[in-house]
């Protein structure tokens, strides 16, 4: 599985971007996939993920902001940001995994397969 992540970008505080990643190779239907980001001198962090493609969850931080989807016909999957903030800055990876078990979905050493991230900028 390779993944493609694209999408990022500088926008001002309170606007939107969608990220998009892009399976090749193989199908990744019933995979977990997730998105995790890593701002300048901090750890990587995760941001959101589709549990086999069932149930999605949320770090706290962008909970009600943020929104996971995917698109299986095109082997891709979204992560839509709104209502963005300067502290949401950061390289943005997706990752996905075929075996994971929820309890792991937050560790991102668990995931198998990752993408080259995309930046975000939120700046005024």
């Known amino acids: 599985v390779q993944l493609q992540a694209s999408g990022g970008g500088l926008v001002q505080p309170g606007g939107s971007l969608r990220l998009s990643c892009v399976g090749s190779?193989?199908?990744?239907?019933?995979?977990?996939m997730g998105w995790f980001r890593q701002a300048p001198g901090k750890e990587r962090e995760f941001v959101a993920a589709?549990?086999?493609?069932?149930?999605?969850y949320y770090s706290e931080s962008v909970k009600g902001r943020f929104t996971i989807s995917r698109d299986n016909a095109k082997n891709t999957l979204y992560l839509q940001m709104n209502s963005l903030k300067p502290e949401d800055t950061a390289v943005y990876s997706c990752?996905?995994?075929?075996?994971?078990?929820?309890?792991?979905?937050?560790?991102?050493?668990?995931?198998?397969?990752w993408g080259q991230g995309t930046e975000v900028t939120v700046s005024s």
């Open positions: 990752a996905a995994d075929r075996g994971l078990i929820l309890s792991s979905l937050r560790d991102g050493y668990q995931y198998d397969h």
């Open positions: 589709s549990f086999r493609g069932t149930t999605s």
């Open positions: 190779g193989r199908s990744y239907r019933g995979y977990t």
